[in-house]
């Protein structure tokens, strides 16, 4: 006998997968340059320089066993305080090594921290638009799954309809800022009002409601904004780091999650944390990349080439009539579908070689994602095809 939910989840892809399968079998008919696909979010800059060549200098200066031997179960502690110092340097932190647990990507950390707060009857709330692997990833753990309505046409936070939503058995909230797929940055207001309300909720409640702050995309952001540091606005965050998007490394599996001192409980959270996660069997994340990381901390990303898509995205489609959130982070823009219906707009779009991925799977119908970290070229011969679908 085979557990039907998993089966289902691996037996159906997603959306944006079998878009992207669509576009690949395109590509082969037609030719790579005739198909316009803003299907999936895999980084299109390359890995900063240093990192290829600290790979190198950890293998040389590091005895090969050590380098591909186990570290600890929550992470090489050369690798936590490495972290741990570059947050204090950036955010004024006070964030220390025991403090860290090193994990395989945002994915299954947030798995681990989902299921060190899943109790019996548990509910995890999200906001909408929102990352879809979050749903499996809450039911996986045992968690009630419930998304926040979108706060149409800003993307901040419907703060009523969070306020109906929040109950004694919520036990965190999952925040995504930058956000996939709004690419919008949730305000230091807004964070702000977010930490007023969970504060009074859980003093109604007798237990602390916890944000698990999402932030692949954390030093993703344009034109002079600064993603706000989630721990300074409310003590009671969790932090799911990784450095898929930020050093473009999404196939090496290697992030972290950070319980800082000043969250509720936060001795017993972080030990059942790493216990979720060996109950997962994810522990001693992969040893090179640890090693590679603690010297590549203060590594940020060259946005020039997101920033020049995002500005002629947003630029040539606001010309054409397309309304969208403001594009502030990632490396996406979420846009309203022309006719309201955007699975059938996404459907028209890919008879033209164009493809959208309807906002429905993220929790917002009537909108559609692009992923811009594609070629320049490709979104300048794709901004014609923009042009006639809103015509049509
Ligand atoms: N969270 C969000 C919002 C994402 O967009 C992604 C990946 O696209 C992840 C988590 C998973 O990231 P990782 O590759 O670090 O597992």
């Known amino acids: 006998m085979i557990n039907q939910t998993a089966y289902g989840l691996g037996a159906n892809r997603s959306v944006i997968r079998d878009l992207f399968e669509y576009g690949r079998g395109r590509a082969a008919l ?30 040389a200066d ?16 050369a690798t936590r305080k490495a972290i741990a110092d570059d947050l204090n ?14 994990g395989c990507g945002a994915a299954p950390e947030l798995v681990a921290v989902l299921k060190a707060l899943a109790v019996p009857g548990g509910e995890v709330l999200t906001v909408a638009p929102y990352f879809p692997e979050y749903k499996p990833f809450a039911e996986g753990a045992g968690l009630t799954f419930k998304v926040v309505p979108p706060d149409v046409p800003d993307f901040q936070i419907n703060f009523e309809a969070l306020e109906a939503l ?66 300074h606005f409310y003590p009671n965050t969790v932090v799911c780091y990784s450095y898929s998007k930020s050093l473009s490394l999404p196939g090496e599996r290697i992030g972290y999650v950070y319980v800082p001192k000043t969250a509720a409980d936060a001795k017993a959270l972080y030990a059942a944390v790493a216990g979720a996660a060996r109950q997962a069997g994810h522990v001693c994340a992969p040893s090179l990349w640890q090693k590679v990381i603690a010297r590549c901390t203060h590594l940020r990303p060259d946005l020039e080439a997101y920033d020049r898509n995002r500005k002629t995205l947003y630029e040539g489609l606001t010309a054409l009539g397309y309304e969208m ?20 707009f996404s459907e028209k ?33 794709s901004l014609p095809v923009f042009a006639a679908l809103i015509k049509e």
């Open 166 to 231: 929040l109950t004694e058995k919520t036990q965190a909230l999952i925040l995504n800022s930058p956000n996939n797929p709004s690419g919008v940055v949730y305000s230091g207001e807004t964070l702000q009002r977010l930490s007023a309300l969970l504060t009074a909720k859980s003093e109604a409640y007798g237990h602390p409601i916890y944000i698990i702050s999402d932030e692949p995309y954390r030093e993703l952001t344009y034109g002079g904004i600064v993603t706000p540091w989630v721990p």
């Open 30 to 59: 037609v030719g790579e340059e005739n198909v316009f696909d803003f299907s999936l979010g895999n980084p299109s800059i390359p890995s900063p320089a240093q990192v290829n060549e600290t790979i190198r200098q950890v293998l």
């Open 62 to 77: 590091t005895d090969s066993l050590v380098v591909h031997g186990y570290t600890s179960a929550v992470g090489d502690y």
């Open 325 to 344: 959130a403001k594009p502030d982070g990632a490396f996406y823009l979420f846009i309203k579908a022309p006719g309201g219906d955007a699975m059938a």
């Open 349 to 381: 779009a890919k008879q033209k070689d164009l493809l959208l991925v309807p906002g429905d799977g993220f929790g917002c119908p009537g909108w559609f994602r692009i992923c811009y970290c594609v070629s320049y070229d490709m979104i300048q011969k």
């Open 89 to 102: 340097a950036r955010y004024n932190a006070g964030a220390e090594p025991e403090d860290f647990f090193i």
